[in-house]
Antibody, heavy 119, light 108 residues
Framework: EVQLVQSGAEVKKPGESLKISCKVSGYSFTTYWIDWVRQMPGKGLEWMGI????????RYSPSFRGQVTISADKSITTSYLQWSSLKASDTAVYYCARRTTFYGHNDYWGQGTLVTVSS | EIVLTQSPGTLSLSPGERATLSCRAS???????LAWYQQKPGQAPRLLIYGASSRPTGIPDRFSGSGSGTDFTLTITRLEPEDFAVYYCQQYGTSPQTFGQGTKVEIK
């Protein structure tokens, strides 16, 4: 069974760093792309970026390039999304999702990680 | 990037009625690489349709997708109580992939 299990909710202060995770099981981690998607409170879905764990090829949406870092650790079949300095506007739910191919849809999604940034 | 515009923003219908949701792209979507997702409060999106008209295993046949080029439609033939949710279209044929802003289907 394909599963993407994300780390738990986080409450952080502005300026703090954070790394959230997406643990994958049930398929070959290195042969599918993983997307990260943001959903701000009460809003729609925004694509942030993608990684191919096989060779760590990573692409970012222009809106998020330089704001976040996406990575993957093949040894533990986990992808990460990290911030070096959080802002209140980073408050959102973040989803990881498996992409069937580079030009493919998202067939499996993680349950989401709520990140709250507040002073 | 390709902008997807969904209409209407909210659809108020009763169980058993037919729902027709629209997704219009700012430029042609390559090879009909368009998907539809359903999202309920507090849940992750769920894939309903890919390739504009293909249903994954386990998705009821009351959900159907159609369209090509710049105009796409999701139809729910007879709304069940569990179908009241927000629906998003996504194009994945041109990078960056983009989502529509969503259509909320609410109980009338």
């Amino acid at each position: 069974e394909v599963q993407l299990v994300q780390s738990g909710a986080e409450v952080k202060k502005p300026g703090e760093s954070l790394k959230i995770s997406c643990k994958v099981s049930g398929y070959s981690f290195t042969t599918y792309w993983i997307d990260w998607v943001r959903q701000m409170p009460g809003k729609g879905l925004e694509w942030m970026g993608i990684i191919y764990p096989g060779d760590s090829d990573t692409r970012y949406s222009p809106s998020f390039r330089g704001q976040v870092t996406i990575s993957a650790d093949k040894s533990i079949t986990t992808s990460y999304l990290q911030w070096s300095s959080l802002k209140a506007s980073d408050t959102a739910v973040y989803y990881c999702a498996r992409r069937t191919t580079f030009y493919g849809h998202n067939d499996y999604w993680g349950q989401g990680t709520l990140v709250t940034v507040s002073s | 990037e390709i902008v997807l515009t969904q209409s209407p923003g909210t659809l108020s219908l009763s169980p058993g009625e037919r729902a027709t949701l629209s997704c219009r792209a700012s430029q042609s979507v390559s090879s009909s690489y368009l998907a539809w997702y359903q999202q309920k409060p507090g849940q992750a999106p769920r894939l309903l349709i890919y390739g504009a008209s293909s249903r994954p295993t386990g998705i009821p046949d009351r959900f159907s997708g159609s369209g090509s080029g710049t105009d796409f439609t999701l139809t729910i033939t007879r709304l069940e109580p569990e179908d009241f949710a927000v629906y998003y279209c996504q194009q994945y044929g041109t990078s960056p992939q983009t989502f529509g802003q969503g259509t909320k289907v609410e109980i009338k």
